[in-house]
């Protein structure tokens, strides 16, 4: 049987249409520090959106309030009002808001301070603590949720690697 000899084809040249918008080029490692940032931004602003509506849907409050909630409960169930700023990285004037709609709700109470009459303490009521521990149990379950696609691995690996970047983040901050 004889041997048929194939020729190949010449490679198609893919011509470019008048007017087309030009091909999308591919992402130069330059600005992979600009993309990681935003994937970050995009990342917690989904997560964040989220967990909003099902805790004002579940409960009735802000993620802001909720929070404020934490804050205390970590804080052992006071802080003063600098404080919880400075934990929530928000104004004063932010948290004399979240903390008057958190007192009508009778989640916290506001307190004098013992020795520096200028300083109010927040504290979290019993009941307060009661209900916030209630939501904290939802808003676990529903952050759990939202993750439960990753790999257990790759979950460690973020979470090594998210530390990695706050810890050059704060160096950073203390050389400004």
């Not at 004889?2 to 091909?23: E, I, Q, T, W, Y």
């Not at 205390?72 to 919880?84: C, F, I, N, P």
């Not at 009778?106 to 307190?111: K, L, S, Y």
């Amino acid at each position: 049987m004889a041997k048929v000899a194939l020729r190949k084809s010449p490679p198609r040249v893919k011509l470019k249409r008048p007017g087309a918008p030009p091909a999308p080029a591919a992402a130069p490692e330059a600005h992979l520090e600009i993309r990681i940032w935003l994937r970050l931004l995009a990342c917690a602003s989904r997560i964040e959106t989220v967990l909003q509506r099902k805790i004002a849907s579940a409960f009735g409050i802000s993620l802001a309030r909720f929070d404020l909630l934490a804050q205390l409960e970590r804080a052992g169930g006071v802080l003063t009002m600098t404080d919880a700023s400075k934990h929530m990285m928000v104004t004063n004037g932010a948290i004399t808001g979240l903390v008057d709609r958190l007192a009508q709700e009778g989640f916290v109470m506001r307190e004098p301070h013992a020795k520096d009459r200028r300083t109010i303490l927040v504290r979290l009521t019993e009941q307060g603590r009661s209900r916030f521990l209630a939501m904290a149990r939802e808003h676990e379950s529903w952050t759990v949720s939202l993750l439960s696609g990753l790999e257990a691995s790759d979950k460690k690996q973020l979470l090594a690697n998210l530390g990695a970047l706050k810890r050059q983040l704060d160096s950073a901050e203390l050389e400004a």
